[in-house]
């Protein structure tokens, strides 16, 4: 069972913060992808849904923002830019129109040639080797579940190293 902290074991400033340490480096992450992804016009946000349709292309709306862990009314609007930009296809489900299916056109699956580039850049900008990057993402993945009371996929965060 894990050890109970003490009034005088809690950290006293933001620099001792676990979400400070996590929030600050999200900005660091979304920065050092910036460049790389403007050149592509995306946003972060754009590049990771497209990173989860790759792994798997025709996903509901729902599941999408499930793999996300974000809210429909930010997948949303992020949808609708990825498909003004002609990367995805919103098609209403076949047997239910109320579920809506996201598609990958030509364009977004050209996308995902620039992948393993842009991967390899962060790994390295991290100066961090991978086993070491693995287990971030592990204990990251557990603080995170640990906070919303739920349990990660392994599939879902298998070789995601940045």
């Not at 592509?40 to 792994?55: G, K, M, S």
């Not at 002609?86 to 299916?101: A, L, W």
Request: proline share 6%.
């Amino acid at each position: 069972m894990p050890k109970t902290a003490e009034p005088d074991d809690l950290p006293k400033s933001a620099e001792k913060l676990i979400c400070f340490a996590v929030y600050s480096a999200s900005h660091a992450f979304s920065r050092a992808y910036s460049p790389m992804l403007k050149r592509l016009n995306l946003t972060y946000p754009q590049y990771i849904a497209l990173t989860v349709l790759w792994e798997e292309d025709g996903l509901s709306v729902g599941t999408l923002c499930e793999r996300l862990r974000l809210e429909s009314s930010t997948v949303t609007p992020l949808l609708k830019r990825l498909e003004s930009l002609g990367h995805i296809e919103r098609k209403r489900g076949s047997s239910d129109e109320r579920q809506v299916f996201v598609h990958l056109t030509p364009s977004g699956r050209s996308l995902q040639q620039h992948a393993p580039g842009i991967t390899r850049c962060i790994v390295d900008a991290t100066g961090t080797d991978i086993d070491t990057l693995e287990s971030l993402v592990k204990m990251i993945g557990m603080l995170r579940d640990n906070l919303t009371g739920t349990e990660s996929d392994p599939e879902r965060t298998r070789g995601n190293q940045s």
